[in-house]
């Protein structure tokens, strides 16, 4: 039976899940552990030796049971990487990679020399003139190279590293989606967003914005003069809802919120006027740990009117039941693991 396991390291915490299967997947277990300040700086590894030993410590709080495999796919953070959906004729592998080199080197800000690049198509081709999309990644060498040093020190076969967009994308649309148009997906982690934009069969437009629940939780904290842990909890459970008693909660996050939502919102207007043809945004779909805010959707509706709001469904189809009738976990806490979980299936799709 194939076992793969998806590793998600950001600047806070440690995730990881692993799946089994192949026509039949299923989430098998989850581990989760914090990490010391400045491990990690915005996805790249500070110290190597120490986030070895986090990571092992990671694979020592997985539940329901233990890790068994140990071929691992892990992701190089959207903020680290450069990421662009690009439009080029149809030619020969070694004529597009020449092509794709030379529409990258327009793009970047640092030397070829310098990074790791890699491409591959993305939907079908179309026209006369027979285009093709193909996704390009490019990630400096100085990401990638300490990132393979942890994973190679916990003694894990690395089967491939990963953006961070591609396995948001797998872990919460169907494999195949061609018929699939106009999906915004807006992932809310904890120190940043990730904002793709998904349209028949293909990624269009990927972007992140450097804010997310840990500043909700600031702000709260900010403006009703509490503990960081206090305003945490009550984040998680008032949110923006208006509840007797605790309305001074759901109005300051309310308002945290909207500032939020706006810078989103100009990352949406700015994505709008890149795309053509009737590329419009027809849905929104809410993922990561902080779109757990309650009455988040709400508040999306109204920066967005007109345009729905939802939670992603597709990936509860891992979530199996075990023998005692229980799910491994959740499908909220499953939200937290979005990352780690697309990652994982990359096995399903690519072996």
């Not at 892990?74 to 529409?103: G, H």
């Not at 008693?245 to 706006?262: F, H, I, P």
């Not at 989103?264 to 006027?273: A, L, N, S």
């Not at 945004?281 to 902080?290: E, F, K, M, N, P």
Request: glycine share 8%; with cysteine; aromatic share 4%.
């Amino acid at each position: 039976m194939t076992h793969m396991i998806g590793v998600d390291i950001s600047d806070k915490s440690i995730k990881i899940a692993e799946v089994i299967g192949r026509k039949k997947t299923t989430l098998r277990t989850v581990c989760w552990s914090p990490l010391a300040p400045n491990l990690i700086r915005r996805g790249v590894v500070q110290d190597v030796p120490a986030v070895i030993a986090a990571l092992q410590d990671a694979f020592k709080k997985c539940s329901p049971v233990a890790i068994s495999g140990e071929s691992v796919v892990a992701s190089i953070p959207e903020t680290q990487s450069f990421v662009r959906i690009l439009e080029i004729p149809v030619m020969s592998q070694k004529e597009m990679d020449e092509a794709v080199k030379w529409a990258v080197r327009r793009h970047i800000p640092f030397d070829l020399d310098r990074v790791y690049l890699d491409w591959q198509p993305v939907g079908a081709v179309r026209g006369k003139r027979k285009q093709q999309y193909v996704i390009v990644g490019a990630v400096q060498k100085g990401v990638v190279d300490p990132l393979l040093q942890v994973l190679d020190g916990v003694g894990l076969r690395v089967i491939a590293l990963e953006l961070e967009v591609q396995a948001i994308v797998r872990s919460i649309l169907p494999l195949g989606a061609v018929d699939v148009h106009g999906i915004l997906i807006v992932d809310l982690g904890a120190t940043s967003t990730n904002i793709i934009f998904f349209d028949g069969g293909a990624m269009k437009f990927t972007s992140s914005v450097q804010v997310g629940g840990d500043d909700l939780t600031r702000a709260l904290a900010h403006t009703l003069h509490i503990k960081p842990s206090v305003a945490a909890e009550k984040k998680a459970t008032i949110g923006v809802l208006e509840r007797e008693g605790e309305e001074d909660v759901a109005y300051a996050l309310r308002d945290a919120t909207n500032k939020m939502l706006l810078q989103i919102r100009k990352v949406v207007r700015e994505m709008t006027t890149q795309l053509q043809g009737d590329q419009a945004v027809r849905a929104i779909v809410l993922s990561g740990g902080s779109a757990n805010l309650p009455g988040i959707q709400d508040v999306f509706a109204d920066v967005f009117p007109d345009i729905p709001v939802q939670m992603p469904t597709h990936w509860v189809i891992i979530l199996a039941e075990g023998k005692d009738g229980k799910m491994p976990l959740s499908a909220q806490d499953a939200s937290h693991f979005v990352t780690a979980l697309g990652l994982a299936l990359r096995d399903v799709e690519y072996i």
